[in-house]
């Protein structure tokens, strides 16, 4: 059906959704935590203004937001996935 695939997948102990993934499949995972983390707020109060408005709330997460820049920052078709997994996991603590 497919050779590859690419999940790119935000939440709270996302890593628990491939916690056997073998190595030697088309398929790469990259998550925001790890299966028992949560994953943490980006631009959260008082970087939460909407239409100069204070929503209360965090407008994205570190590793989305990261990934998000990285993707902005390069040339999506030059980048391999793994310089953006380096990039993006340095920058998502």
């Known amino acids: 059906m497919f050779d590859q695939l690419v999940f790119y997948i935000e939440a709270c102990e996302s890593g628990s959704m491939f916690p056997n993934l073998a190595t030697n499949t088309g398929v790469y995972a990259m998550t ?3 299966d028992h983390e949560s994953s943490w707020g980006y631009y959260c109060y008082p970087d ?3 239409n100069g408005t ?5 407008l994205g997460d570190t590793f989305s937001i990261k990934w998000m820049e990285d993707s902005d920052a390069h040339n999506i078709n030059n980048e391999t996935l793994a310089a953006q997994h380096t990039t993006v996991k340095a920058q998502t603590t």
């Open 32 to 34: 925001a935590a790890n």
């Open 48 to 50: 939460d203004t909407i």
């Open 54 to 58: 204070h929503i209360n709330s965090c």
